[in-house]
């Protein structure tokens, strides 16, 4: 299967070199947002050994190759807005698209614009190709993970889903102060803290796994707290002074049949030692499934070491692989907007070296 991989950041870098290791999937092109990166070779930038495949910027001359897929990996403050007109002109040509960037769709009918959903479903039916967007966190482990532990249970009062990680490593500090209100003091407002934004990030995993179930939500319910450092933290993006705030977490809770059934908590600290009554992990990256029910279940899954900032590679190298797995089966898929429920498990063929 002929491929392209859109951007090369973190995940599309990773993407780059998965899809090398596949002997079912070429790469025939890869597409780049920095003019700086255009003309060095595909091999190089997926951080390997130059394999005589040269970057563009043409979008056009990427679309003319006329991939089975493109893998989507372009990221940015304005990330659904740069990317649904992409997505829609890739599947107008006929091209499947797998994506990492619009974590929105992880659960198409959620999706938070309904007018760039029909969009992007009239495009996959006129060209005859599949969208399908996966990752770690919205992805396997906010979802998919919790549905097929619940295949042990004879009842469930609840389950809860959960991510908790150290960030130090993020340099974007934009994203980590104004986004999230690290480093400010508590009387600051960051964006999580708008009305309905925490519900409107994680109902997509909500309404997947209560679509899994077989269950109605009735509503959705969130939440944000904080907790502040005592002490200066240095971390990728800048100092966070004593006094501020070092540690977030929030909760979003899909209500079924009155009782708050389906929860997805994020728990991000700048150090370890920062809010030691939130749960707590000695890997960088940590996530789990609990249920409450017959039987009681509890599932924990680590990426990379226990300590470093491999875990970061190791937690966009998941997301990567997520996406690169799913491509034949994407391929295969019926044209039209997918979730994890609409394919098989993707397995990694050929990932033994």
């Excluded at 050994?49 to 893998?71: E, F, M, Q, S």
């Excluded at 389950?159 to 994203?175: G, M």
């Excluded at 939500?217 to 002490?231: C, K």
Aim: glycine share 10%; hydrophobic share 45%.
């Amino acid at each position: 299967m002929r491929v392209v991989v859109w951007s090369t950041g973190g995940v599309g870098s990773i993407a780059i070199d998965g899809i090398r290791r596949r002997p079912d999937l070429e790469l025939v092109g890869v597409w780049v947002h920095s003019p700086d990166k255009v003309g060095q070779d595909a091999g190089e930038l997926g951080g390997g050994a130059p394999i005589g495949l040269k970057a563009t910027n043409d979008a056009d001359a990427l679309i003319a190759l006329k991939p089975d897929c493109v893998v989507y990996a372009a990221s940015g403050p304005d990330r659904d807005g740069a990317a649904v007109p992409d997505y829609v002109r890739l599947l107008t040509a006929g091209i499947n698209v797998v994506s990492t960037s619009s974590t929105s769709l992880v659960y198409p009918p959620s999706y938070f614009a309904p007018h760039w959903r029909d969009e992007l479903d009239a495009a996959a039916r006129a060209g005859q190709a599949s969208f399908y967007v996966s990752g770690i966190f919205p992805g396997f482990a906010s979802d998919q993970l919790a549905l097929l532990m619940t295949t042990q249970s004879k009842s469930i009062r609840r389950i809860t889903a959960s991510e908790v990680a150290l960030n130090d490593h993020y340099p974007v500090a934009d994203v980590m102060m104004d986004g999230m209100g690290f480093g400010r003091p508590l009387d600051f407002e960051p964006m999580l803290k708008t009305p309905g934004f925490i519900e409107l990030a994680w109902k997509a995993p909500i309404y997947l796994m209560a679509e899994g179930l077989g269950v109605e939500v009735q509503e959705i319910r969130g939440s944000l707290d904080r907790e502040l450092t005592d002490r200066d933290i240095e971390v990728a993006f800048g100092t966070i002074k004593a006094g501020t705030c070092g540690a977030v977490r929030t909760r979003a809770a899909g209500v079924v049949n009155g009782n708050e059934a389906i929860v997805i908590e994020h728990v991000i600290r700048m150090a370890r030692d920062v809010a030691p009554g939130w749960p707590t992990s000695d890997c960088d990256a940590t996530y789990r499934v609990d249920i409450e029910g017959d039987p009681d279940i509890h599932c924990e899954l680590t990426l990379g070491a226990a300590e470093g900032h491999a875990a970061g590679h190791a937690a966009m190298a998941a997301t990567a692989m997520r996406v690169v797995n799913a491509i034949p089966y994407v391929v295969d898929a019926p044209p039209g907007l997918l979730s994890s429920l609409d394919i098989p498990t993707t397995l990694p063929l050929y990932a033994f070296d």
